[in-house]
């Protein structure tokens, strides 16, 4: 069992960065392919980036590419995703989600744990 709890959400003008956090519990961290998603209103849940086991490769959307970035820090059980020169349709709630699979990283049917959730709102 993994349980993962977000944070690091808020509002932010257009421009500028953030930095969200996902604590995991469990002692397969290092084992498991971690994600992170987003969920726009009124749109689905998307893909945005992923970690392979051990921080092995790096998977991210096109629409972040270059400008996100996903890491983790094995000791602390904790994943991060850096989102720099952040524009307004980055504003939606992102989700941390975890995986034993290392294939379908960009697929959300293929992680079994999630979190709640926190709240990035870009304002223009």
């Known amino acids: 069992q993994v349980q993962l709890v977000e944070s690091g959400g808020g509002l932010v003008q257009a421009g500028g960065s953030l930095r969200l956090s996902c604590a995991a519990s469990?002692?397969?961290?290092?084992?498991?392919?971690m994600g992170w998603f987003r969920q726009a209103p009124g749109k689905e849940r998307e893909f945005v980036a992923a970690?392979?086991?051990?921080?092995?490769?790096?998977y991210y959307a096109d629409a972040v590419k270059g400008r996100f970035t996903i890491s983790r820090d094995n000791a602390k059980n904790t994943l991060y995703l850096q989102m720099n020169s952040l524009r307004p349709e980055d504003t939606a709630v992102y989700y941390c989600?975890?995986?034993?699979?290392?294939?379908?990283?960009?697929?959300?049917?293929?992680?079994?744990?999630w979190g709640r959730g926190t709240q990035v709102s870009v304002s223009s």
């Open positions: 970690n392979g086991p051990f921080g092995a490769r790096t």
């Open positions: 989600a975890a995986t034993a699979e290392i294939t379908r990283t960009t697929m959300q049917n293929a992680y079994n744990y």
């Open positions: 469990g002692r397969t961290f290092t084992t498991y392919t």
